[in-house]
């Protein structure tokens, strides 16, 4: 079946020395993986490799044979090309920790249209903006209102986040954050992106980007920390 699309780059994994297996986040059908022959040969090489940026934005028409196999691309061209992500060394930094968070944290479950659309705008705001010390962290609390797992009864006044559940808890228990760190965890879910930048010092960025990667581990199977979150840290530290 022939598909078009608008699709985010999620990973590239090089095959043999001139392809590449690229694995997409798409409108129309959720994750895909698509084989690109001769990704790094002919004419229009330097423009084959920009498709392929970590978290570019494509307009694609693909054949879905929906088989569980890899599909093909027809088409492929921007859908809305960056300015800064892939130049800016802060903002690279903080696209290919995204990309890996999104590689171990969506499933292949069909699609999942708002999520979709919140990353499509994100990025964009992302690109747009250079005051972004934050973006990271409101990024990975907002994704996990698209996969199920946003923090429950935030809401109410109990002092402590249970972090293994998920709740705003009464008593701390074992897995509880400490009354200071949940009251700085509260202040991260009422952060929007134009909001200051200067809201959390480094360390307490780091305290809650630690948070973060915890709470996905405890909510997605199989999750793995990304690589390049030691590099993120150095970044913001």
Known sequence: MLVK????????LKYQEKSLIVKCFTLSDGLKSYFVNNAFTGKKNSQKIAFFQPLAQLEIEAYHKNKGTLERFKEIKIQNPYHSL???ITKTTIILFLSEVLHHAIKEDGKNEPLFSFLETAFTWLDNHDEIANFHLITLLQ??????FYPQNPNNDNP???????????????SCLSKEVTQLFRKLMELRYQDSQKIFSSTQR???LKILMDYYTFNIDGFKKPKSLEILKEVFA
């Open 86 to 88: 892939h130049q800016d």
């Open 206 to 208: 780091q305290e809650l």
């Open 160 to 174: 402590y986040f249970e972090i293994t559940e998920g709740v705003f808890v009464p008593f701390e228990g074992v």
């Open 5 to 12: 699309t608008k699709a985010i780059v999620i990973s590239t």
């Open 143 to 148: 994704v996990t209102k698209y996969l199920g």
